[in-house]
Structure formats: structure tokens, C-alpha cells
């Protein structure tokens, strides 16, 4: 059975950085999107960012664009999330998912929950002023 655990949430000050990390596994193929998911209260959960685990292409919304960097690393089978330069409206439950193979998946789907089929318990990310 595919299982997705996410850590390393916290608090932390504006401005400050945290690295949220997500052990996967049970995954019976090398080649799926895998990415992070958010919901702050009251709000829809909101696709972050996504890797293609074949060839590392990476896509990230635009709000998070150049602050986050996702990467992974296939021997531990572990997805990372290093956020810097973190805003209080980065506060959320942060999730990490995981979908099926092909590469027009990430890259035609990754905003899309409906994409990935496993998902983390998640992790809290609470940045302060």
C-alpha cells in the first residue's frame, strides 16, 4: 500500500525558512508527480509545487515562486520542500501527494487535486509577523 509521510512543519518568523520533508513509499513504479498541496483555514487547498520523478521537471504557483524549491531524492525515497523567505500568508497544513506515472501529468495536471491519487496526514506550517 502507498503511504505518504510528511515532517519537519513548524513555526517560524517572517522572513525565516523551514524545510518540510515526506517519505513515500510502497510507490511500485520510478516515474510519477509527486508535489505539495496547502489549505490555510476557510481556504481551498491550493497546489504548491510538483516534480516529475523521471527527468526532475519542477513546477511551483507563482506566489511561492522563487522562495520554495522542491527536490527530491530517489534512494530514500523522500520528497523536500525548502521554503525560505516565509510570509504569514504561507501559514497552511501543508500536504505531500503523490499520482501516477507519464510526465503530462505534473505538467498539465499538478495544480489539480484530481491528479494525485495518495496523499499525506500533512504538516503545520505557521509563519508569524
Known amino acids: 500500500q502507498v503511504k505518504l509521510v510528511e515532517s519537519g512543519g513548524g513555526s517560524v518568523q517572517a522572513g525565516g525558512s523551514l524545510r518540510l520533508s515526506c517519505v513515500v513509499s510502497g510507490v511500485r513504479y520510478s516515474s510519477y508527480c509527486v508535489g505539495w498541496f496547502r489549505q490555510a483555514p476557510g481556504k481551498e487547498r491550493e497546489g504548491v509545487a510538483a516534480i516529475y520523478t523521471s527527468d526532475s521537471s519542477t513546477y511551483y504557483t507563482d506566489s511561492v515562486k522563487g522562495r520554495f524549491a522542491i527536490s527530491r531524492d530517489n534512494a530514500k525515497n523522500t520528497l523536500y520542500l525548502q521554503m525560505n523567505s516565509l510570509k504569514p500568508e504561507d501559514t497552511a497544513m501543508y500536504y505531500c501527494?503523490?499520482?501516477?506515472?507519464?510526465?503530462?501529468?505534473?505538467?498539465?495536471?499538478?495544480?489539480?487535486?484530481?491528479?494525485?491519487?495518495?496523499w499525506g496526514q500533512g504538516t503545520q506550517v505557521t509563519v508569524s509577523s
Open positions: 501527494a503523490a499520482g501516477g506515472p507519464g510526465g503530462a501529468v505534473c505538467s498539465g495536471g499538478w495544480r489539480q487535486q484530481t491528479t494525485f491519487t495518495y
